[in-house]
Each structure stands twice: as C-alpha cells, then as structure tokens.
C-alpha cells in the first residue's frame, strides 16, 4: 500500500511490516486450500492453539475447532459456522492475492517486526531490501507468527518499537 501511495503523490512517513517477507514460501494457487476444506479449520486452530491438537488423528470438525478455540481463549470460538466459514473464505482469498502480489519500490525505510520463532523461509531485512529504496530496520520480538497479535508481552514489544519510530518520524523526543 505504501508504493500505492507513494505513486499517487502521498507521503508515507512511516512503513512496518509484521513477520512477513515478499513472495512467502513461493505459494502457488494450487497451494490454497479450498475454503470449505478443513485445512483451513486447522490454520485457524493453529493460530491459537498449543500444539496439543495436533496429537490426536481425530478429524477437525467445526465442533472440535470450536472447542479448541474456545479452550483457547479464541474470540472465533463464539462465532457460528457460517461465519468462521466467512473468514475461512476471507482468508482463502487473501492468500491468493498474495500469491499475485508484487510489493513496488517503497521510497524510504521500512521497520521489519519479525517474530523470534522463525518460520521457513525466515523472515528478513535481506528479502525485503530489494523492495525499499532506502534502508531495512529488523528487529525480533518474542513469540511466533500466529500469535504475536494475541500475546501481551509480543504487543507490549511491538507497540514500544511503533512507539518510538513514530516519535522519531513526528520529531517528538
């Protein structure tokens, strides 16, 4: 969105990105499941739960999501079917619009918040450099990709480093 804006004339002082980097693990269309697979009930458990799902061969349901959602804490856990199968589809789409997407040059730096439980490919300054016409700022903070919106102490450390580069950018001390 930053290039976007910048080609349309607008300044963008400040542009971070959260554990992701360009092109992530080269997906295909044919990678995305369909959204009524069950695939994509296991991504939204995943985003939440402890791993202890994964133990069991018992096949995920929407009951079973939803009992490990709630189990979990997951605000998903008090949606009804139709509407986890909205946001199934929403993401579905979304990772196809990934696929297609081809970041432009951004004009100036970029802020990378990259989780300390790395993902394949790791998430890097290197990946986005050829993206940004300016200078890559990494920094790592603790936790992992699925659940670095949802842990307080991942937020607390995310909201310091936005914190400060947009002291910075406004010039505040």
């Known amino acids: ?35 009524d697979d069950r695939v994509m009930l296991l991504y939204h458990v ?4 402890d791993g202890s799902h994964r133990d069991s061969d018992e096949k995920m349901t929407f009951a079973r999501a939803r009992e490990i959602l709630r189990r979990q804490g997951s605000v998903l856990a008090n949606l009804e079917e139709d509407r986890l199968a909205t946001i199934t589809e929403i993401s ?3 990772t196809h619009l990934t696929v297609d997407y081809q970041p432009g040059p951004i004009d ?6 990259a989780c300390s439980e790395q993902q394949d490919p790791p998430v890097s300054a290197e990946a986005w450099q050829p993206h940004v016409r300016g200078s890559v700022e990494a920094h790592v903070v603790s936790g992992e990709h699925g659940t670095m919106l ?24």
């Open 46 to 49: 995943g985003l939440v739960d």
């Open 92 to 94: 579905a789409n979304n």
């Open 150 to 173: 949802t842990r307080p102490g991942t937020l607390a450390q995310i909201g310091q480093i936005l914190s400060a580069k947009l002291h910075d950018v406004a010039g505040d001390e």
């Open 1 to 35: 969105m930053a290039a976007e804006f910048q080609r349309r004339g607008e300044r963008v002082a400040l542009v971070a990105v959260l554990d992701v980097i360009p092109n992530w693990q080269g997906l295909t269309h044919a990678d995305v499941p369909a959204p």
């Open 108 to 113: 100036g730096d970029l802020v990378l918040i």
